[in-house]
């Protein structure tokens, strides 16, 4: 069993409820929606802001919420730890239940993932904070011997014996430039990068299941032959229609 979780409680009035109004004089509103559908500019539609998380990622037209941009930091930590599998099933329940905002995409979530030999669950909620572990995200792996949590600032081993004395080694970095050496160490080598395309793709492809599950209301059973969903039903939660003149060639 893994649990993916991330927990970051915020106000419930969230990101506001601002009209809608003409874009600013230096904004090209067109453009920047491009294949999305035709929207009036909202400020949180927008969503940039020097001072602020960026909000655009909040509506589904553009983005996944925190599924698509936490999701991928911690379940890529699973696939990495189980030898990147994809799963083969996915169910989702959630909501918006908190915010009081003109946000579209959830802000309660529970995603549960059946892979080749294991269950993996990703929850997110906004209400509130409170880990059993004290951190506002993480990944558990529950073994038979011992429960390994880790994220960027540590890791910590609790062992199932009774008695026996927990583990804890805290990280001296986040791994960015690390990331980033490796990154030009392959462009330079042209070897293949530690954090490669294909596992980029999988747990990509994890998080995006996760939201079709959720915005369909089905279990989804992943199709590897064609790289979709068995139901036809998720399907259109896994592309976007393009709006007009703009076309995507394979």
């Not at 991330?6 to 601002?18: A, E, S």
């Not at 805290?170 to 791994?175: A, D, E, L, P, V």
């Not at 596992?199 to 790289?227: F, M, P, Q, V």
């Given at each position: 069993?893994?649990?993916?979780s991330?927990?970051?409680?915020?106000?419930?009035?969230?990101i506001?409820?601002?009209?809608?109004?003409?874009?600013?004089a230096?904004?090209?509103?067109?453009?920047?929606?491009?294949?999305?559908p035709?929207?009036?500019?909202?400020?949180?539609?927008?969503g940039?802001?020097?001072?602020h998380?960026?909000?655009?990622?909040?509506?589904?037209d553009?983005?996944?919420?925190?599924?698509?941009?936490?999701?991928?930091?911690?379940?890529?930590?699973?696939?990495?730890?189980?030898?990147?599998?994809?799963?083969?099933?996915?169910?989702?329940?959630?909501?918006?239940?908190?915010y009081?905002?003109?946000?579209?995409?959830?802000?309660?979530?529970?995603?549960?993932?059946?892979?080749?030999?294991?269950?993996?669950?990703?929850?997110?909620?906004?209400?509130?904070?409170?880990?059993?572990?004290?951190?506002?995200?993480?990944?558990?792996?529950?073994?038979?011997?011992?429960?390994?949590?880790?994220?960027?600032?540590?890791?910590?081993?609790?062992?199932?014996?009774?008695?026996?004395?927990?583990?804890?080694?805290?990280?001296?970095?986040?791994?960015?430039?690390?990331?980033?050496?490796?990154?030009?160490?392959?462009?330079?080598?042209?070897?293949?990068?530690?954090?490669?395309?294909?596992?980029?793709?999988?747990?990509?492809a994890?998080?995006?299941?996760?939201?079709?599950?959720?915005?369909?209301?089905?279990?989804?059973?992943?199709?590897?032959?064609?790289?979709?969903?068995?139901?036809?039903?998720?399907?259109?939660?896994?592309?976007?229609?393009?709006r007009?003149?703009?076309?995507?060639?394979?």
């Amino acid at each position: 069993m893994v649990a993916a979780s991330d927990f970051i409680p915020t106000p419930g009035n969230g990101i506001g409820n601002p009209a809608d109004r003409k874009p600013p004089a230096d904004l090209d509103w067109d453009m920047w929606l491009g294949p999305a559908p035709g929207r009036p500019f909202n400020p949180n539609r927008f969503g940039v802001d020097p001072n602020h998380f960026s909000y655009f990622r909040f509506f589904w037209d553009y983005a996944g919420g925190m599924m698509t941009d936490w999701g991928v930091h911690v379940l890529d930590i699973v696939h990495l730890a189980m030898g990147e599998p994809m799963p083969q099933s996915v169910t989702a329940l959630g909501g918006k239940l908190w915010y009081q905002d003109n946000r579209e995409t959830p802000d309660t979530l529970q995603v549960t993932y059946q892979y080749p030999g294991f269950v993996a669950m990703y929850e997110d909620r906004s209400s509130n904070g409170n880990s059993m572990f004290d951190q506002d995200y993480g990944t558990l792996f529950h073994g038979s011997e011992a429960t390994l949590f880790v994220n960027r600032e540590l890791y910590r081993i609790i062992p199932e014996k009774k008695g026996a004395q927990t583990i804890e080694v805290k990280s001296t970095t986040h791994g960015n430039v690390e990331h980033w050496a490796n990154f030009l160490e392959c462009v330079k080598t042209r070897k293949k990068p530690v954090s490669d395309i294909e596992i980029c793709y999988k747990t990509t492809a994890a998080c995006l299941l996760g939201n079709a599950a959720y915005r369909s209301n089905l279990r989804l059973d992943w199709d590897a032959a064609r790289e979709t969903v068995v139901q036809p039903e998720g399907r259109k939660y896994l592309a976007m229609n393009y709006r007009q003149p703009w076309t995507l060639t394979v």
